[in-house]
């Protein structure tokens, strides 16, 4: 029972991941049908990330209330809804009206299942959840540029991916009756699923500030990277533009083998250990690309990649041992909310601010991300260990 309903969590997390390239990949054909500017994706996507934000902050109450498997397949049958309204929609509006169920389901489950896995499973199987992530993220892509190749385009892509969302809710929902089985790998204690505290109680625990600005750090990092290595290989080095999306998109493959990877050594090391190496990976990575060489900066990518994989993961799942089980609920529900913050605005940031000085500083504003991770890290470490 313990390992089907790992598996059903792991194809939760694939089905979370697979809306995330939709958009990006069929919006060069749909602004057009559509005649609103290339830049309006933007609008759409701030929106999907206000919701996601709003969903984490509350999933701490939702979560206490109808527990974790409820809120898994109620999500994502909100996410396949939202799908199934991209799918149908023929006005720029309605993708806006859309975008805050989509968010909304995506922020739950990602923090409803992120601290399920803290409190009831080791830290590979956390390593191997985000890995999940990735192989659904890689999906969607390709489900859609299969679509974009079809006379019906980019409504066949959500109308598939929705089809994959609407399967396994129905899967999740069969499977309630799993989710109240304890799990052998943990102990489980009532404490886990009533958690006394609220969002500004939870700020106030020692350490929690610092993770959560770690938190913001990371993913501002991870971001900045995925939207501006294309660029950057591009205007500094003189990288041809497939060359250069090529090894952008190496940067996302190095996370998701990285973290396949993680799964096995995770335990053994860990949540600690993992996270600092990962960290020093990052600072060798950033020094690579920074040099004025078109192959180091190439070779940094993919070890950019490898050196994110451990740091997300590690930080989620040690959060009931940093601040306690009976806190993890709320706490975690706060990490994703700033892991949405950062992954939404400090990209946009990094490109305003590049446009004056050059595409050159791409590597020192994520070492400023990559050592606001290492100070509130090792900052945790110290408050929590005492």
């Keep these: 029972m313990v390992s089907l309903l790992l598996a059903l969590i792991y194809m939760a997390f694939i089905s979370l991941g697979l809306p995330d390239g939709l958009l990006g990949s069929a ?24 919701g996601t934000i709003v969903s984490s902050l509350f999933s701490d109450k939702l979560t206490r209330r109808l527990g974790t498997g409820l809120v898994t397949a ?47 499973y080791s830290s590979r199987h ?24 079809t006379q019906h385009g980019w409504p066949l892509g959500y109308s598939a991916v929705c089809a994959l969302q609407v399967v396994l809710t129905a899967v999740l929902f069969l499977s309630l009756p799993l989710w109240k089985k304890k799990s052998n790998t943990t102990d489980v204690t009532a404490e ?15 350490g929690v500030k610092a993770i959560l600005l770690a938190f913001f750090g990371y993913c501002a990092l991870e971001s900045t990277a995925c939207l501006w290595a294309s660029s950057y290989l591009v ?38 250990t993992m996270i600092r190496v ?46 306690g089980r009976e806190n993890s609920h709320a706490i975690v529900g706060i990490q994703m909310a700033f892991a949405y913050c950062g992954a939404t605005f400090m990209p946009p940031l990094s490109g305003v601010l590049a446009q004056p000085i050059g595409m050159w500083c791409y590597p020192v504003f994520m070492g400023g991300f990559a050592l606001l991770e290492w100070a509130m890290t090792e900052r945790v470490n110290r408050v929590c260990d005492n």
């Design 126 to 149: 956390m390593s191997w959840l985000h890995c999940s992530w990735g192989v659904g993220a890689s999906i969607g892509p390709y489900i859609m540029g299969w679509a974009l190749t």
């Design 27 to 50: 919006w060069p054909v749909m602004h057009t049908e559509m005649g609103v500017p290339e830049a309006y994706m933007g609008i759409v996507s701030m929106i999907i990330s206000g």
């Design 74 to 120: 109620l999500s994502v049958f909100l996410t396949a809804g939202a799908l199934l309204g991209f799918a149908l929609s023929d006005r720029f509006i309605w993708l806006c009206v859309l975008g805050v169920p989509y968010g909304l389901g995506a922020g739950a489950v990602d923090a409803a299942l992120n601290n399920y896995v803290a409190l009831h």
């Design 192 to 206: 886990d699923y009533e958690a006394p505290i609220g969002v500004r109680d939870a700020v106030k625990i020692r």
């Design 235 to 272: 205007d500094h080095h003189g990288v041809n533009k497939p060359t250069a999306a090529t090894f952008a998109l190496l940067f996302f493959a190095g996370i998701t083998v990285g973290r396949f990877l993680n799964g096995f050594v995770a335990d053994k090391f860990g949540d600690k």
């Design 278 to 323: 990962g960290l020093s990976v990052q600072g060798a990575a950033l020094l690579l690309i920074l040099l004025p060489n078109m192959y180091t900066a190439l070779v940094g990518l993919v070890l950019l990649g490898l050196g994110c994989a451990p740091v997300y993961p590690s930080i989620i799942h040690s959060t009931p041992a940093h601040f």
